[in-house]
């Protein structure tokens, strides 16, 4: 009987695990895990410093636009060329640029140079490099699992290791504070790059086939729009990622502010907050890589969403530090399992050549909201304070997650053909 019960858990961590089956996929999950615990460090370190020498949620808001703002007008000309163009190679171009920005940023700290000028330029350089990162990175995983029937789990394990970082990376890089300041943040962050570009540089990538050029880029940059936005699903999902992220990611540029005048706290409080949202992002990544079909996916996405609305809700009005953790899992939990299982019902409706520019939108409605999201955070905190605007954003999410839910019956019926086709279904309930 133990040995069954043994047999079983074994069989349930082989179905959570089982991307890890491919090496090229295994390879990309070792080095993406080592690096984002970097890039969450760094982005704790540059959040602290902020808001430590200026005090003003305003200025904390501009350098999350200046950091995202590019996102916002370069991910559809960047999903483009990810269709256009070798991903692995654009990978390796990224990941090197990220690395550099991370070591002058390391630099100008650790020689006591760095001011907020360099800060937004430093910021905004790294959000060029993410326009074309994110995209790329979202649909070369296609390119990393043999059996396509592992691609959700491919993705929900991505969540995981970037949630895995959350987790870890905050929690050490407030430590790191602490101890030796900002700049060895951004010093390991930039070490972190090594591990990543080793990964790929190890990967064994079958030649590709030459991508025919086709249509002048412009016109391949209205055929994705028009192709994406012209289709419900596609549409909608897009158009409600981005409303949550618009109004629900200000929480995170928020943080500083939570974690120091309103819990009282330090550093290492706002490394215990963010976390806290890391774990439970960390959390709905096991619950989806858990699950063995992306059937019932819309209505997880219309759940999580409310999740999500109702976490940062009951968060901005908190002042028990315990309390403020709690809600602030559910809303990492939310978030995320909203986000990944967007992007694994998109990854499965999507026609190949066109998949680079569906996933630019993707990237572009999850990412390039946030740059707006946080000025118009910072801006709502400076006038009216942190906690009634993270109030009013979890009560605009918590609407939106009903309307989606109220439209998601005609959604699954224009799905439906689609999962027909692909052999994922033989009959789906109505």
Sequence with gaps: MESNKLEDVLKGWRLIFRALGHRNYRLFFGGQGISLIGTWMQQTAMSWLVYHRTNSAFLLGLVGFSGQIPALFLMPLAGVLTDRWNRHQILVITQSLAMVQAFILAFLDLTGALNLPQILFLSFFLGLVNAFDMPTRQAFVVDLVARREDVGNAIALNSFIFNGARLLGPSLGGFLIFLLGEGVCFLLNGLSFLA???????????????????????????????????????????????????????????????????????????????????????????????????????????????????????????????????????????????????????????????????????????????????????????????????????????????????????????????????????????
């Design 196 to 430: 990543v570009l080793a990964a790929l540089l190890a990967m064994k990538i079958p030649a590709e086939k030459e991508k025919a050029l086709g249509s002048p880029l412009r016109a391949q940059l209205k055929e994705g729009f028009t192709y994406a936005l012209g289709f419900s699903p596609i549409r909608s999902i897009l158009l409600f990622l981005s409303l949550i992220s618009l109004v629900g990611m200000g929480y995170v540029t928020l943080m500083p502010v939570f974690a120091k005048d309103i819990l009282h706290g330090g550093p290492d409080t706002l490394g215990f907050l963010m976390a806290a949202s890391g774990l439970g992002a960390l959390m709905g990544a096991i619950f989806l890589a858990s699950r063995k079909s992306v059937l019932g996916l819309g209505k997880i996405i219309a759940l999580a969403s409310f999740i999500f609305g109702l976490g940062i809700l009951i968060f901005s009005l908190s002042r028990i530090f315990l309390v403020s953790l709690l809600t602030l899992a559910f809303a990492g939990f939310g978030m995320m399992v909203q986000m990944a299982s967007s992007n694994t019902i998109l990854q499965t409706i999507v026609d190949d050549d066109k998949r680079g520019r569906v996933m630019s939108l993707f990237t572009l409605a999850f990412m390039g909201m946030a740059p707006l999201g946080s000025l118009l955070a910072g801006s709502l905190a400076h006038w009216i304070g942190a906690p009634l605007t993270l109030l009013i954003a979890g009560v605009l999410c918590l609407g939106a997650s009903f309307l989606f839910q109220w439209r998601l019956p005609r959604l699954r019926a224009m799905i439906r053909p689609i999962y027909l086709q692909k052999g994922i279904l033989n009959n789906m309930p109505e």
